[in-house]
């Protein structure tokens, strides 16, 4: 792949208005990036600005907390792709996963990956947050429940990607990993592509390509 095509490019502040949706996704086609990534509420906008180009369209699910009922994850994915989401991030129930519950947060996966059949499921495990033994353990689960990718952050908590969380990961999730969270410059972007990850989240993608 070329550098470009490793990126969702990214707009996930709550206040984002559609004027900086409409740059986002001109940004995208702009550049070549791989998909945009977009709250929810601006899904159907930008699968309209997105509609005559190849660049696909991320939205995120549970976000950033990944507290919100598997129920409502489960509507909200539904409602994402009949929006016109090509690929859905969902947070994990990190909390579970602290307690040990594992099986809530295999379902809850389960569950989302359900509603989504056919299109690419990502599980955010805010890495930050867990211990390496903790990680394997999500990395171990979102397999169990047939996600495609496993991420390491939402951006909104801790100090995003690391390269041990992102070699971590590929060792122990036999599908793809994304990198996310505080990739700013090239050198953040090749350190986590040496590390194994596989697509690059970020909000910065306009300058790592044009090397600022």
Do not use: W
Not at 124 to 153: G, H, R, Y
Request: hydrophobic residues 40%.
């Amino acid at each position: 792949m070329n550098l470009a095509e490793y990126f969702d490019h990214t707009n996930l502040d709550p206040a984002a208005s559609s004027q900086d949706i409409e740059r986002l996704c001109q940004e995208a086609m702009t550049h070549g990036f791989f998909s945009v990534c977009v709250n929810p509420v601006h899904v159907k906008l930008a699968k309209g600005l997105l509609a005559a180009s190849p660049v696909k369209l991320t939205s995120v699910i549970g976000f950033p907390l990944g507290q919100n009922l598997t129920s409502v994850k489960v509507f909200e994915t539904m409602q994402a792709i009949s929006d016109g989401a090509d690929e859905i991030d969902m947070v994990m129930n990190y909390g579970a996963l602290k307690e040990g519950d594992l099986e809530t947060v295999k379902q809850d996966i389960a569950a989302v990956r359900a509603a989504c059949p056919g299109k690419v499921l990502k599980v955010i495990l805010e890495t930050s947050q867990l211990s390496d033994d903790e990680i394997i353990s999500a990395c171990e689960l979102a397999e169990l429940a047939e996600a495609d990718f496993v991420k390491t952050s939402t951006g909104f908590r801790g100090e995003g990607a690391t390269a041990h969380h992102v070699k971590l990961m590929k060792t122990y999730f036999h599908g793809l990993v994304k990198a996310s969270g505080g990739i700013r410059t090239k050198d953040d972007f090749q350190t986590m592509v040496d590390a194994g990850a596989d697509r690059i989240g970020a909000s910065a993608s306009v300058k790592i390509v044009a090397g600022e």
